[in-house]
């Protein structure tokens, strides 16, 4: 949840005219398999559809929970969806229903376009809750995990938030949206935070509050990457991520600035379709998407990264100890604080998308990038929430 969901909330209470949604949400299943209807261990995951970063900070949660014996019921919608069809084929797949959820073309129209489509966000969150009433009955369920979607949860079950933006930044506007973020994660049953609640951290004042009156734990680096020792096969690994239209305008940028690059690239889109592309032209080999394990080898053998500074990708790379260079996505305040608390402690430099050069990428080695991190997360003691 990065930025004024919160801020709209207070409409949510004014438009509590249930009844009125009441149009048969529909299950929207889109895969049931066999066994399902025996199993008493099934928790639902919802990430919300915002980029690809919270379906993919799922993933190592999804595998856990099957690692325990719980069987996971994937829900979202959009590309969020579509790319944790890719990776769980065999599980479960309910739709839910789409926050709308676009970038402006210019930053400065960020917060307006957040607005103008709000009505639509505030009806999905009601939409939502009525789904996950039923599916809570309907599918048996023992627990809900929810990435940033406000209206999934239960009272009759336990159910967990995952963020790590406890602190909602807006610009003059945080100080609301942070209270009224924080108010709507007292929903839940917990917080879990995918950092570490110490100095050494990586979400800084998003993920860490003097209030502990928030039902908090942090569980460590989220990633579904394993750092491995493979021989360099590119230079540079361009990764693309995040709504439209950002994603395009950064995307034909790059592609012009490639072309100017001595070594080896690999540009990977982030565009999830029915089947994957692969391209090779001169130097750079292009591919619109790769699944878990395909992404873990292209980044074990990449010298370096190109990418946003979406907080799962800072993630991955911590995980996998890579060097890198951020790009932050225009009029996203997270990701700009996050770029530049990582420049100005020496880790990854980073550059606004307008300014940007290839030869902004010399400055890599001046920087001393992720280096091992101690992560052990107790996922057996976090389940133990829903054996309850």
């Known amino acids: 949840m990065r930025l004024a969901y919160a801020q709209f909330a207070s409409l949510v ?19 049931m398999p066999e066994p399902f209807a ?5 928790i639902l995951v919802a990430p919300l559809n915002w980029g690809l970063g919270h379906a993919t900070r799922c993933i190592p949660i999804i595998r856990e929970l099957q690692k325990n014996g719980f069987t996971p019921i994937i829900a979202s919608d959009g590309n969020a969806l579509a790319l944790l069809k890719k990776e769980f084929p065999e599980l479960m797949h309910l739709e839910l229903p789409s926050y709308h959820i676009e970038y402006a073309r210019k930053a400065a129209n960020f917060k307006w ?15 939502e809750k009525k789904l996950v009433k039923k599916w809570v009955k309907e599918f048996d369920l023992c627990g809900i995990i929810s990435d ?40 839940f049953t917990e917080c879990w935070v995918p950092d570490f609640d110490k100095n050494v951290n990586f979400s800084g004042k998003l993920g860490h509050l003097k209030d502990r009156s928030l039902n908090l734990k942090y569980i460590g680096i989220l990633s579904r990457l394993e750092k491995k ?8 690994m361009v990764l693309l991520s995040g709504p439209e239209p950002q994603r395009t305008i950064l995307e034909e940028k ?3 600035e490639v072309e100017k690059f001595n070594g080896r690239v690999l540009f990977i889109k982030g565009k999830v379709e029915e089947m994957q592309k692969m391209e090779q032209k001169n130097h750079v080999t292009f591919c619109n998407f790769m699944t878990s394990g395909e ?38 305040f997270e990701q700009e604080y996050l770029a530049k608390r990582l420049m100005k402690k020496g880790i990854i430099p980073y550059s606004n998308q307008e300014n940007f050069k290839i030869d902004n990428l010399k400055e890599i080695p001046l920087y001393k990038g992720f280096t091992q991190t101690d992560n052990k997360t107790n996922w057996e003691e976090l389940f133990r929430l829903f054996q309850v």
């Not at 079950?157 to 994660?185: A, D, E």
């Not at 020792?229 to 540079?236: N, Q």
């Open 254 to 256: 790059l592609i012009v």
């Open 148 to 187: 940033n979607r406000l209206g999934v949860y239960s009272k009759k079950v336990p159910s967990v938030f995952i963020t790590h933006q406890l602190t909602v930044l807006s610009g003059k506007t945080t100080w609301i949206s942070s209270k009224m973020h924080q108010f709507f994660i007292k929903n």
């Open 38 to 42: 025996q199993n008493k261990r099934n």
């Open 113 to 127: 376009k957040l607005i103008k489509n709000s009505p639509k966000t505030i009806n999905a969150i009601l939409e």
């Open 13 to 31: 209470c004014l438009r509590a005219r249930n009844d009125r949604l009441e149009q048969k949400a529909g299950k929207r299943i889109t895969k």
């Open 229 to 236: 020792e493979l021989p360099k096969k590119y230079d540079l």
């Open 295 to 332: 992404l873990e080898t292209a980044f074990n053998e990449s010298e370096t990264v190109l990418c946003r500074s979406g907080y799962t990708t800072i993630m991955d790379l911590v995980k996998l100890e890579k060097k890198a260079f951020f790009i932050p996505t225009p009029g996203q």
